[in-house]
Nanobody, 125 residues
């Protein structure tokens, strides 16, 4: 059983930065592709970023490309999402997810097997 716990969310002004963390326990973290998704009130969960086992492959939603950076530390069993130049439209609950099947990460929520409980990010204008 894989457990994922996100942290690092909070309230920030537009233009500011935050770094989200997702700590994993159980299983073999270095064999999980990891992803970040977000969900705003009244909207569907959407893909944000993903990273392969080794970190050699990353993918980003067009809306965050150039502003967000996903990374991982397999020794610490943690994946990070560095968010710069935040905008009010980035306000959402952010979730990390683990795909225990494939090395290269997918961009659909259905590609992932385990989810964290989420951390709220609020960007004020």
């Amino acid at each position: 059983q894989v457990q994922l716990v996100e942290s690092g969310g909070g309230l920030v002004q537009a233009g500011g930065s935050l770094r989200l963390s997702c700590a994993a326990s159980g299983g073999t973290f270095s064999r999980y592709a990891m992803g970040w998704f977000r969900q705003a009130p009244g909207k569907e969960r959407e893909f944000v970023a993903a990273i392969s086992w080794s970190g050699s492959f990353t993918a980003y939603a067009d809306s965050v490309k150039g502003r967000f950076t996903i990374s991982r530390d397999n020794a610490k069993k943690t994946v990070y999402l560095r968010m710069n130049t935040l905008k009010p439209e980035d306000t959402a609950a952010y979730y990390c997810a683990a795909d225990i099947t494939f090395e290269r990460p997918g961009v659909r929520a259905t590609d992932y097997d385990y989810w964290g409980q989420g951390t709220q990010v609020t960007v004020s204008s």
